[in-house]
């Protein structure tokens, strides 16, 4: 065991939390330093009544490790929870709900990276106020009683412009991501200002921080002094919890940072068996790789740093398609194996929540507007099948947490063998507690085959078992629960609890499929079945009852007697199974849509939960009241000994009809290409074209180009970086020249700046000695990332990098503009990734104020070629208070001719255009959605081509009565 935290005083605000914690666990008699074995080692949430061992609990905590788990004040903990952007949900109102769906999931942990280019606008200035309060963020994890990993980068790859890399940096002398000085210096700011925050915040002070880690996939172009730095760094600026890296991708990649210099104390491992082809959902199964088996380092736990848990849709497929990919078949298959061939006691899966590339965050070649990521939880916030899975998944890991964080791979000899060599099994046992897991699966990875077999057990004991199509189980054998003794089961657990003396134990298979279940008793005991079939019988001479049943709806069946303490289980399909939730204090509830928490006080249960539909709950436990959301509700007592109610659903929503083009107002945007346009406050860009050299970092940019005709001028040969999905549009004069597709990743060696070829733009006829103006618009879609640290790729230029007039002598003398103000953001509110050029955006036409310049005239469906036009309107959606409604724009089809950028209340929420993505829906962030009040569209429309504008729809996305 390597103890690496100290233990140091609590902030003063926690302790008062630590003194009612420790008066309430005194009363109800609980020995400090947590729940036994198998109770849930969940963290509790802070406004608990302390008896956990989470952030929350008190001071002084220690984080420690061995080959087996982590160790949170010597007891083992497996962590399991999933990675959550919250720049990606600029709305720190719903960070809460989204923590609070991941716990109601069963995780207890939430992976966070921390993105220094959103907070930096600028070399020495940095905001963590506002929708970048990542102060508040980790008190919200603490609050839901979420444990934290922390990923401050300083890159952190994610999709994201630059990688995470503020776009200044492209400025700053020295190789990205290594030990050069003019870096070093440069991310020291940062680490300097994130790990100020992040410190107080550890578990050793009382906080959510778990575990942190430095760098992301660093296994190419590596710098070891680099790594090395940045741990020297964390260490002097007060992180004591263990450090960890994720490892990507390849088992030939080197190093893995499990020593030598800059190791660190916990190398995890990425993995993303299933690649981000999403159009391919149908067909393709693991092609990157078999899942986690590796072991990185002998005395570290194996972390499951990012496992894959959706996809980017590199192929336009629709995130629909990433979450098929990912979906439940490919969770249980990859998921499950990870656990028992591994023997990972730590996981992350990437993405939980994807989230809104809101402004200019995406990385330009990868992502577009939405980063859903066909996760768990969609961009709306909503649950979805993949949920489900993980809900049953990550039940079972926290319920038998106590078994699963000490365990060995059993010999081979010791493994339940199948009598069909279809099917293959592997297990792993607890040294201490004697529980077997054994992983049930396909011999074939890809095997859609439906195959039976028995497992000999070796002493006797069989079990009949199938594995029909892409399925993977782990079954128990030997578990002990509660009172009870599990001696063999063909269902899986989801979870189980103690309640007013008696346990509870949730299973469950797929329906149709036969089950077995054994249980051990020292005489026989009484086997009602109270819902459902089930066959009982007793072998006096092992002490084994055995159930025999079809999977279907949900079987109950009470036992009592035996010698052991009662038990009511439940047998359960995967459908009936995923109704269910346990809330952190252990209560087990059927119903509703989401139960954010579940506590029984005195005789009243007390719900937090959220219903879509009208419907039944049953909470199991022996109070004889319920509450929900603060009211109380009618409820009964049933047979099983569950308190049950009928809850109603949201009421309708009926909102606006915004398509109308009679509701909106249109005034022409780009006044830049006339020839006599006021350019005189723009920079001077002769001595370089490349914008960030500018401060102009995001967004789109105009060019404005002068020159005196020498008469032998006939074409403009330009080259602009865009990134891709970029365009860039020319005027001459103020006529319209056309527009090319910009310049994207350069992956030559060496990298060239200048690709593709240039667009050639036919000039109008000049005489000689008369002045031209040429004018350009360039988008900047984001910039390239750094993932494999050759810093020539994210430093790429953006703008115009060429201009040349073939032929003529005459010089062009350049003047460019961007974002109002550059670096000293104008608007610091909404930060750097916001806005770019546009004369809108200058002037503030996209902010919910009336705009002071601009014709603004009734609007009509038709933009020109070679225009940008505004489109404003404003809209009440009046949405019923006590309910939580996710509301999106519905664009149709995207169209060829045009793109457009859409701000709701002057954020910038998307970009829509065929040549941008697939992207039809665009979420509107609840919280800068005024739910009640009056709202501001604003539509910037770029057109290329003469085209119609239609214009957008609003649609409910999601509609819950909530507490
Ligand atoms: C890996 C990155 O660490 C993460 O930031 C994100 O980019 C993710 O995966 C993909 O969405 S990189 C991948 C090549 C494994």
């Not at 914690?21 to 609980?30: F, R």
């Not at 909106?664 to 370089?688: L, M, N, Y």
């Not at 859409?902 to 665009?922: C, E, I, K, S």
């Amino acid at each position: 065991m390597h103890p690496h935290a100290t233990r140091r005083r609590a902030r003063p605000r926690r302790l008062l939390a630590t003194l009612l914690a420790l008066a309430a666990a005194a009363c109800l008699g609980l020995a400090p330093g947590g729940p036994s074995p198998d109770a849930a080692p969940a963290p509790a949430a802070r406004a608990d009544t302390g008896t956990g061992t989470g952030p929350g609990a008190g001071p002084g905590h220690t984080v420690s490790y061995d080959r087996y788990s982590l160790l949170i004040d010597g007891e083992r903990t497996l962590l399991q929870g999933a990675e959550f952007h919250y720049f990606r949900l600029p709305s720190p109102d719903t960070w809460r709900d989204v923590l609070e769906k991941y716990k109601a999931a069963g995780f207890n942990t939430v992976s966070l990276y921390f993105h220094w280019g959103y907070h930096s606008p600028k070399r020495g200035v940095y905001d963590f106020t506002g929708v970048r309060d990542v102060d508040r963020l980790l008190d919200v994890v603490e609050d839901v009683g979420l444990y934290a990993v922390v990923r401050p980068g300083p890159y952190i790859n994610a999709e994201t412009s630059g990688g995470g890399l503020p776009a200044w940096l492209k400025n700053v002398e020295g190789r990205a991501r290594s030990s050069d000085a003019g870096y070093t210096a440069a991310y020291r700011e940062w680490l300097t200002e994130i790990n100020r925050i992040i410190v107080p915040h550890q578990l050793t002070r009382g906080g959510p921080v778990v575990l942190y880690n430095v760098e992301n996939e660093y296994a190419q172009n590596t710098d070891a002094q680099y790594m090395q730095d940045l741990q020297d760094l964390a260490h002097a600026q007060g992180v004591d919890v263990p450090i960890t890296h994720n490892q990507c991708c390849q088992a030939s990649w080197t190093p893995t940072w499990a020593e030598g210099l800059g190791a660190v104390d916990i190398p995890g491992l990425d993995d993303y068996p299933q690649s981000f082809e999403c159009q391919d959902a149908d067909t393709v199964w693991g092609p990157w790789s078999d899942g986690i088996t590796r072991r990185l380092k002998d005395d570290a736990p194996v972390y499951a740093a990012e496992y894959q848990g959706g996809a980017i849709d590199l192929n336009n497929a629709g995130y629909e398609a990433c979450r098929q990919l990912t979906g439940p078949a490919y969770m249980k298959y990859f998921y499950k194996s990870n656990l028992i061939k591994s023997g990972a006691t730590l996981f992350s899966y990437y993405m939980g929540f994807g989230g809104t590339n809101w402004g200019y965050l995406a990385q330009p070649n990868d992502v577009y507007t939405s980063y859903d990521y066909g996760a768990m939880i969609t961009e709306d916030r909503q649950l979805t099948g993949k949920y489900d899975e993980f809900k049953l998944q990550s039940h079972f890991l926290r319920a038998a947490s106590g078994h699963l964080t000490e365990t060995d791979a059993a010999a081979p000899a010791e493994v339940p063998a199948p009598d069909n060599p279809a099917l293959e099994t592997a297990s792993r046992v607890n040294p201490r507690t004697g529980a077997r897991f054994t992983l049930l699966r396909h011999a074939d990875p890809p095997a859609t085959t439906d195959d039976s077999a028995v497992l000999d057990y070796g002493d006797g004991r069989r079990l009949p078992v199938r594995v029909d199509g892409r399925d993977a189980k782990v079954l128990l054998s030997d578990y002990p629960f509660g009172g009870q003794r599990l001696a063999l089961s063909s269902s899986e657990l989801m979870t189980h609890t103690r309640t007013g003396g008696r346990d509870v134990a949730l299973l469950y298979g797929r329906a149709g499929e036969a089950g077995r279940t054994v249980l051990e008793y020292g005489s026989r005991p009484k086997a009602e079945v109270l819902a459902g079939d089930a066959d009982v019988s007793y072998a006096r001479g092992r002490g084994e009852l055995t159930l025999d049943y079809v999977h279907e709806g949900l079987t109950r069946v009470r036992i009592t007697g035996g010698g052991r303490p009662p038990l009511l289980l439940l047998l359960g399909t995967d459908a009936t199974a995923a109704e269910f939730w346990q809330s952190a204090d252990g209560v087990l509830v059927r119903g509703t849509d989401l139960l954010r928490d579940a506590r029984v006080r005195g005789r009243t249960a007390r719900l937090r939960a959220d219903t879509g539909e009208p419907g039944r709950v049953e909470v199991f436990t022996d109070a004889r009241r319920m509450t929900v959301n603060g009211a109380p509700v009618r409820a009964r007592r049933t047979a099983s000994g569950s308190l049950t109610a009928f809850l109603p659903g949201p009421r309708p929503v009926r909102l606006p009809e915004l398509s109308e083009p009679a509701r909106w107002r249109q005034a022409a945007g780009a006044p830049e290409v006339a020839p006599r346009f006021d350019d005189s406050g723009w920079k001077d860009a002769d001595s370089t074209l490349h914008a960030d050299d500018h401060g102009f970092h995001h967004g789109s940019l105009w060019y404005r180009g002068r020159f005196t005709a020498t008469g032998d001028e006939t074409e403009l040969k330009l080259n602009a970086i865009t990134g891709r999905r970029g365009i860039y549009q020319v005027w001459a004069d103020g006529r319209y020249l056309g527009s090319a597709q910009g310049g994207v990743q350069a992956d030559s060696d060496p990298p060239v700046n200048e690709d593709p070829g240039p667009g050639t733009f036919t000039l109008p006829d000049a005489a000689p000695g008369e002045e031209v103006v040429v004018s350009v618009l360039v988008q900047n879609m984001g910039h390239n990332d750094d993932w494999i640290a050759d810093d020539t790729r994210f430093k790429q230029p953006r703008g115009l990098v060429r201009a040349e007039l073939p032929g003529s002598g005459a010089d062009i003398s350049w003047k460019i503009q961007g974002a109002r103000g550059g670096e000293d953001l104008a608007d610091r509110k909404r930060g750097p990734l916001n806005t770019g050029g546009l004369y809108g955006e200058r002037h503030g036409w996209h902010l919910p104020r009336p705009p002071a310049s601009g014709d603004w005239r009734r609007a009509g469906p038709d933009v020109a070629a070679g225009t940008v036009s505004w489109y404003r309107t404003s809209f009440r959606p009046g949405l019923p208070r006590g309910q939580d409604t996710a509301l999106a724009l519905r664009f149709g089809e995207p169209p060829a001719g045009h793109r457009l950028l859409m701000y709701l209340n002057g954020w910038n929420v998307g970009q829509y255009g065929a040549g941008v993505g697939p992207q039809r829906d665009f979420t509107l962030p609840a919280g800068l959605l005024r739910a009640d009040g009056r709202n501001t569209l604003a539509l910037a429309v770029v057109a290329e081509d003469d085209s119609v504008v239609r214009l957008p729809s609003l649609v409910v996305k999601g509609n819950h009565r909530t507490g």
